[in-house]
């Protein structure tokens, strides 16, 4: 952006050395104390700049989640990382809601620019996900002024990185592994063994007699209703498959034992021995 002052600038005024510091932005300086300066631009009518120079942490990110709640309610707000010496984790919550608070209000939140080290800093958090980070506040202004608040088509994002798609799929494992624990529960194994015998019994009196292995009652469960959901989308159908193994794999074995101590009249639970060592058989009776 023209007139605007290197890093170096930002903290040779921080540090008090030489005659007081100029406005680097021509915009007003809004705030500012001995570590944190914040200046802000209007660009359009509906688009302001933030500019921010030297740390945003703990002890100064209070000074911006103000000025930025003074502005979001009538105005996009771009915020530029390029003076930033540092940042740190209560500064990045911040962030993260603040562009929360504008998506309420139907505004936008973005950042541009940001240093090496602030680049690095995102980049090992979650606030990518979040909040788009573009590579220059020009470029960010050109997505502003492509998308108005009104229009129904996306903003450009950056392509994602690999580190990004990494985070992804380790975020989707987590996912996973909560949802196996929350099934895990006695509660939830009961609820899914009375409704494992209910379908059992009813495809007994429907076409006679019945054996099912373990690897089926995720079907004989869920197949019905999950069938719809996935119907002509072949990464669902990938995924619901993933799900399937896994629950086969944890919570069948688990129900198929607590099936056996029901000891239900027209239910036999079987474990093999000789074929699938630590599997088991399920054998329903006719009425």
Do not use: C
């Amino acid at each position: 952006m023209p007139g605007v002052d290197s890093p170096s600038a930002w903290q040779s005024s921080r540090m008090g050395e030489g005659a007081p510091r100029s406005t680097p932005l021509g915009g007003p300086v809004v705030a500012e104390d001995r570590t944190l300066y914040i200046q802000t631009e209007d660009w359009t009518p509906d688009i302001v700049v933030i500019s921010l120079g030297g740390e945003l942490d703990l002890s100064t990110v209070a000074r911006l989640a103000e000025v930025v709640e003074d502005l979001i309610a009538r105005k996009d707000v771009i915020v530029d990382l390029s003076g930033l010496q540092y940042i740190d984790s209560t500064a990045i919550a911040a962030l993260a809601q603040l562009h929360n608070r504008a998506v309420r209000l139907g505004r936008r939140l973005i950042l541009a620019q940001p240093s090496l080290f602030v680049q690095r800093i995102l980049d090992l958090t979650s606030l990518r996900h979040a909040v788009i980070v573009y590579p220059e506040v020009a470029v960010a202004l050109d997505a502003l002024r492509e998308k108005p608040v009104a229009s129904g088509v996306s903003i450009r994002e950056e392509p994602m990185t690999v580190g990004d798609i990494a985070r992804d799929v380790a975020a989707a494992a987590r996912a996973a592994d909560e949802w196996v624990k929350r099934v895990q529960s006695p509660a939830t194994l009961d609820v899914l063994v009375d409704m494992l015998v209910q379908r059992l019994i009813d495809r007994v009196d429907r076409g006679g007699a019945e054996f099912v292995t373990e690897e089926q009652f995720y079907d004989i469960l869920f197949g019905d209703a999950g069938a719809g959901a996935v119907e002509g989308t072949s990464s669902l159908r990938h995924a619901t498959a993933a799900i399937r193994s896994l629950f086969n794999s944890v919570i069948a074995p688990q129900l198929a034992d607590r099936l056996a101590e029901r000891n239900h009249p027209r239910i036999r639970v079987t474990r093999h021995v000789w074929i699938r060592v630590g599997h088991w058989d399920v054998t329903v009776a006719p009425r």
